[in-house]
């Protein structure tokens, strides 16, 4: 066909996209959709006011909800009158508008007395009330307000801040102030702004199902916006509770705590997103009812760590990896998981969830999109997250076969009490467990770039050493003239001691003519020895401040996520499939390596060097 054949083909699937948008918005008029010609992601929807979205009082009324499970199916129907986009219409359908959103005031941040480095192009929204539901327990107290603490002692979040707390505890302030307290960390010198920041945590308890609750929450938060005689305020929900109570959470905030006013609402939610595809749609639908894609921030914090974010800049940013990304030069990708210790009593919860769920499904698999998507239009968040999505859909479904499973049991190390008490040992843990706390799986990627390269995904407790990389093995030099020679391998590693470095060959120092194992190292304590890497949980909760999704997942992203792992999830949960028993502090089952080496993974013994400042070289083997 001729360009213009092509160019007409063009215009005729946009309006037949344009058709389908506005049958599933309700839409009567092409006014009311505002299209980007860069790429569908792009779509943005302004719903016509005939299409208005519902007041919460008439979603509270409707007690019919038909919901629409095809992929191809236009619309979920929710209440009278009422559409939103089914999960297959989910990556065209986000807001892009920011006509809902206040202007954002910037503020440079400063380096503060640790000398950590100004974030360039760092945003701090003005009059934000931070709402923490969940403020008793560990999350908030170890993670969060720690965090706020940090962002507030380092001029990114207005010093207008209001930081309620809200949980089901008989506390006052004062009492969770005392409990936090351990967690804020502060020097002599920052006194004075530390107090500052105490001075705008507020507390007022509550249950999680009950609405008189929620509506004394708003009353609670008015009085306290009122109190900084601002024109409008803007709110985070931080949702630091158990999966079970999201859904009547989340009603409950749309119901009585919507805000009468110009500002802007987002919640955060923790994983799990849900057990399995079904329940996470049923909790995406749930949550779609009451919010709008951009409002809802899915957080994974190793979306968060320095390393994982720096896979974008360093695979789209640097030329001479470009041609190579692809099977034609890469032989295999792993990407590993190792924690030395145990469930450490809280085998109960670990049980439910198994390490598939905790780690492989949503951490791991992150790592994976960011490795093996290609590269988007621009760095924009909905460009991203559309690649991401891509390689998703192209990854097969996982089955039994594509894994190996292990659980724990004790090996008594000396000088290691943990050790002397395997998973079932657990009092916490049912007994005769068949819950997995390590796992080793295969995925193939559909496509041309990856098509029959092995993404292998590794995950376990009580192993051998702590760490988290990604280590990407390319296949051996055609017509070796040396003789068995080694393969090159890049190894990016995201905790502890980040760093990337290549594995190389190198002429041997000295007399002979022959090939040495060597690395270029960028080992970021001894390049960077002045810069304090934020927290993860730093990072994106700026992130939510800031609008910026882009390290968070998206509905539809978290569909094809569940749609991988069900079915063999399903399977273990009947107990199909008994783990291997390993010994605590080794490498994990043995017959994980072998399928690893079957997949044509080269294994050799290497000695990385990590060069921490002010001490001695330590030797890390692989």
Request: net charge neutral; hydrophobic share 35%.
């Given at each position: 066909?001729?360009?213009?054949?092509?160019?007409?083909?063009?215009?005729?699937?946009?309006?037949?996209?344009?058709?389908?948008?506005?049958?599933?918005?309700?839409?009567?008029?092409?006014?009311?959709?505002?299209?980007?010609?860069?790429?569908?992601?792009?779509?943005?929807?302004?719903?016509?006011?005939?299409?208005?979205?519902?007041?919460?009082?008439?979603?509270?009324?409707?007690?019919?909800?038909?919901?629409?499970?095809?992929?191809?199916?236009?619309?979920?129907?929710?209440?009278?009158?009422?559409?939103?986009?089914?999960?297959?219409?989910?990556?065209?359908?986000?807001?892009?508008?920011?006509?809902?959103?206040?202007?954002?005031?910037?503020?440079?941040?400063?380096?503060?007395?640790?000398?950590?480095?100004?974030?360039?192009?760092?945003?701090?929204?003005?009059?934000?009330?931070?709402?923490?539901?969940?403020?008793?327990?560990?999350?908030?107290?170890?993670?969060?307000?720690?965090?706020?603490?940090?962002?507030?002692?380092?001029?990114?979040?207005?010093?207008?801040?209001?930081?309620?707390?809200?949980?089901?505890?008989?506390?006052?302030?004062?009492?969770?102030?005392?409990?936090?307290?351990?967690?804020?960390?502060?020097?002599?010198?920052?006194?004075?702004?530390?107090?500052?920041?105490?001075?705008?945590?507020?507390?007022?308890?509550?249950?999680?199902?009950?609405?008189?609750?929620?509506?004394?929450?708003?009353?609670?938060?008015?009085?306290?916006?009122?109190?900084?005689?601002?024109?409008?305020?803007?709110?985070?929900?931080?949702?630091?509770?158990?999966?079970?109570?999201?859904?009547?959470?989340?009603?409950?905030?749309?119901?009585?705590?919507?805000?009468?006013?110009?500002?802007?609402?987002?919640?955060?939610?923790?994983?799990?997103?849900?057990?399995?595809?079904?329940?996470?749609?049923?909790l995406a639908r749930h949550l779609e009812r009451f919010?709008?894609?951009?409002?809802?921030?899915?957080?994974?914090?190793?979306?968060?760590?320095?390393?994982?974010?720096?896979?974008?800049?360093?695979?789209?940013?640097?030329?001479?990896?470009?041609?190579?990304?692809?099977?034609?030069?890469?032989?295999?990708?792993?990407?590993?998981?190792?924690?030395?210790?145990?469930?450490?009593?809280?085998?109960?919860?670990?049980?439910?969830?198994?390490?598939?769920?905790?780690?492989?499904?949503?951490?791991?698999?992150?790592?994976?999109?960011?490795v093996a998507m290609d590269r988007p239009i621009t760095?924009?968040?909905?460009?991203?997250?559309?690649?991401?999505?891509?390689?998703?859909?192209?990854?097969?479904?996982?089955?039994?076969?594509?894994?190996?499973?292990?659980?724990?049991?004790?090996?008594?190390?000396?000088?290691?009490?943990?050790?002397?008490?395997?998973?079932?040992?657990?009092?916490?843990?049912?007994?005769?467990?068949?819950?997995?706390?390590?796992?080793?799986?295969?995925?193939?990627?559909?496509?041309?770039?990856?098509?029959?390269?092995?993404?292998?995904?590794?995950?376990?407790?009580?192993?051998?050493?702590?760490?988290?990389?990604?280590?990407?093995?390319?296949?051996?030099?055609?017509?070796?003239?040396?003789?068995?020679?080694?393969?090159?391998?890049?190894?990016?590693?995201?905790?502890?001691?980040?760093?990337?470095?290549?594995?190389?060959?190198?002429?041997?120092?000295?007399?002979?003519?022959?090939?040495?194992?060597?690395?270029?190292?960028?080992?970021?304590?001894?390049?960077?020895?002045?810069?304090?890497?934020?927290?993860?949980?730093?990072?994106?909760?700026?992130?939510?401040?800031?609008?910026?999704?882009?390290?968070?997942?998206?509905s539809d992203e978290l569909e094809e996520a569940w749609?991988?792992?069900?079915?063999?999830?399903?399977?273990?949960?009947?107990?199909?499939?008994?783990?291997?028993?390993?010994?605590?502090?080794?490498?994990?089952?043995?017959?994980?390596?072998?399928?690893?080496?079957?997949?044509?993974?080269?294994?050799?013994?290497?000695?990385?060097?990590?060069?921490?400042?002010?001490?001695?070289?330590?030797?890390?083997?692989?």
């Amino acid at each position: 066909p001729t360009r213009n054949d092509m160019d007409a083909q063009k215009e005729r699937r946009t309006a037949g996209l344009l058709t389908g948008l506005r049958s599933a918005l309700g839409c009567g008029s092409s006014k009311s959709l505002q299209v980007s010609a860069r790429m569908p992601s792009q779509i943005t929807v302004s719903p016509a006011p005939d299409a208005a979205r519902p007041e919460p009082a008439q979603l509270a009324a409707s007690s019919k909800t038909s919901v629409a499970t095809s992929r191809t199916d236009s619309a979920v129907e929710v209440g009278p009158g009422h559409k939103s986009p089914s999960p297959g219409l989910r990556p065209f359908l986000l807001h892009k508008s920011k006509a809902h959103d206040n202007p954002l005031v910037f503020s440079q941040r400063q380096p503060n007395a640790e000398g950590i480095q100004a974030l360039a192009g760092a945003q701090s929204a003005e009059d934000i009330t931070f709402v923490v539901l969940g403020a008793s327990g560990d999350l908030a107290k170890k993670k969060i307000y720690p965090v706020l603490w940090s962002l507030f002692r380092d001029g990114l979040i207005s010093k207008s801040v209001v930081l309620v707390g809200y949980a089901r505890s008989s506390l006052t302030r004062e009492k969770l102030l005392e409990h936090l307290l351990p967690y804020l960390k502060h020097t002599e010198e920052q006194e004075d702004l530390f107090q500052e920041f105490c001075s705008r945590i507020e507390y007022i308890a509550g249950t999680y199902d009950n609405a008189e609750s929620f509506v004394a929450l708003n009353k609670f938060l008015v009085e306290k916006e009122e109190d900084r005689h601002t024109k409008h305020s803007n709110r985070i929900y931080y949702l630091a509770l158990p999966p079970s109570v999201f859904m009547p959470v989340t009603e409950r905030i749309k119901m009585h705590c919507a805000l009468k006013g110009p500002g802007w609402s987002r919640i955060i939610i923790e994983k799990p997103f849900g057990k399995d595809l079904d329940s996470s749609n049923e909790l995406a639908r749930h949550l779609e009812r009451f919010f709008r894609e951009d409002e809802i921030y899915r957080i994974d914090h190793y979306l968060g760590k320095e390393m994982v974010q720096n896979l974008i800049t360093l695979r789209f940013a640097n030329r001479i990896f470009m041609p190579l990304w692809n099977r034609d030069n890469i032989a295999s990708v792993q990407i590993v998981f190792k924690e030395p210790f145990g469930t450490q009593g809280r085998g109960g919860y670990f049980d439910e969830f198994g390490i598939i769920r905790d780690v492989m499904q949503n951490h791991l698999l992150q790592i994976l999109c960011l490795v093996a998507m290609d590269r988007p239009i621009t760095t924009d968040p909905e460009d991203i997250r559309y690649e991401k999505v891509k390689v998703l859909r192209a990854t097969k479904t996982l089955e039994l076969n594509d894994l190996v499973l292990g659980q724990y049991v004790a090996s008594n190390i000396p000088g290691n009490a943990e050790s002397e008490r395997g998973y079932c040992d657990d009092p916490t843990v049912p007994k005769g467990s068949k819950t997995a706390t390590f796992a080793t799986a295969v995925f193939s990627i559909k496509n041309e770039r990856w098509d029959g390269v092995p993404f292998i995904l590794r995950c376990g407790k009580a192993l051998d050493s702590r760490k988290a990389e990604v280590r990407i093995q390319f296949k051996d030099v055609p017509g070796d003239i040396f003789g068995d020679l080694v393969r090159n391998e890049l190894v990016i590693r995201v905790q502890p001691q980040e760093a990337v470095y290549l594995k190389l060959l190198v002429k041997k120092p000295g007399m002979e003519f022959g090939a040495a194992q060597t690395e270029l190292d960028l080992s970021y304590s001894s390049r960077y020895k002045n810069v304090v890497m934020p927290d993860a949980y730093e990072r994106l909760i700026l992130d939510v401040t800031r609008g910026s999704q882009l390290h968070f997942v998206r509905s539809d992203e978290l569909e094809e996520a569940w749609r991988i792992f069900t079915p063999v999830l399903h399977k273990l949960d009947r107990g199909e499939v008994t783990p291997i028993p390993y010994p605590f502090g080794s490498r994990g089952p043995d017959q994980s390596d072998e399928m690893i080496r079957s997949l044509g993974y080269r294994f050799t013994k290497y000695d990385w060097i990590t060069r921490t400042p002010g001490e001695a070289p330590v030797p890390s083997s692989h």
